[in-house]
């Protein structure tokens, strides 16, 4: 079946030290999105990318950083620029141009002690 | 800016009551998406309902209901006969072109129904 893989589901890791999430969709999807969750904060745009090896800042972007050198894969690398990285991270993917079919993988929790 | 509002941030009610969440939007396109995403304790987000917006038509599914008003920038959810079941956190969000069709959400409403 088709979907949105990301890995792991728990992440912990020391203060200053990078971190990347992975972010993986056999959709065939254009389009692929990180979202930032925090409580009472509904979700957040990280950054997106349309096309592989293009991709835009969201409203969050500073601190983090990502790449798209294949379709399917989206990784999300979190650096130790970022001063509140503890937080549930979704990934999405949708089809170019399109609202129809958006999906959302089951999201890496992310702890930084 | 924010571009979605929910105004409610928590609501509790008991089961079998009738309850409906708020959602305003703000959007200067005239093509945009309203979404409607249901997010139980798991975390997954589970995807509701999608309207366009030249499609003001009121929806209905099952015990789910959806007013969409673009005369007031609208977007009602309403759940009728309320179950334990429906307990979550449930978001509103918009997209548009401009941004790529990211989603932009609300901070969402957290729905309690206790028996």
């Known amino acids: 079946d088709g979907g949105i893989t990301q890995s792991p589901k728990y992440l912990f890791r020391k203060e200053g030290q990078n971190v990347t999430l992975s972010c993986e969709q056999n959709l065939n999807h254009d389009a692929m999105y990180w979202y930032r969750q925090d409580p009472g904060q509904g979700l957040r745009l990280i950054y997106y990318?349309?096309?592989?090896?293009?991709?835009q800042k969201g409203d969050i972007a500073e601190g983090y950083s990502v790449s798209r050198e294949k379709k399917e894969s989206f990784p999300l690398t979190v650096t130790s620029a970022q001063k509140n990285p503890t937080a549930f991270y979704l990934c999405?993917?949708?089809?170019?141009?399109?609202?129809?079919?958006?999906?959302f993988g089951s999201g890496t929790r992310l702890t930084v002690v | 800016a924010q571009k979605v509002t929910q105004a409610q941030t928590e609501i509790s009610v008991v089961e079998k009551e009738d309850v409906t969440l708020d959602c305003v939007y703000e959007t200067r396109d005239t093509t945009y998406y309203l979404f409607w995403y249901k997010q139980p304790p798991s975390g997954e987000l589970v995807f509701l309902i999608r309207?366009?917006?030249?499609?003001?038509q009121n929806e209905i599914s099952g015990r789910y209901s959806w007013n969409f008003q673009k005369s007031t920038s609208s977007f009602n959810f309403t759940i009728t006969a309320s179950q334990v079941v429906d307990s979550a956190v449930y978001f509103c969000a918009l997209s548009e072109a401009n941004s790529g069709y990211a989603l932009n959400f609300g901070k969402g409403t957290s729905l309690l129904v206790t028996p």
């Open positions: 990318s349309q096309i592989v090896n293009d991709f």
């Open positions: 309207r366009n917006s030249f499609d003001e």
């Open positions: 999405a993917s949708s089809p170019r141009g399109e609202v129809y079919g958006y999906t």
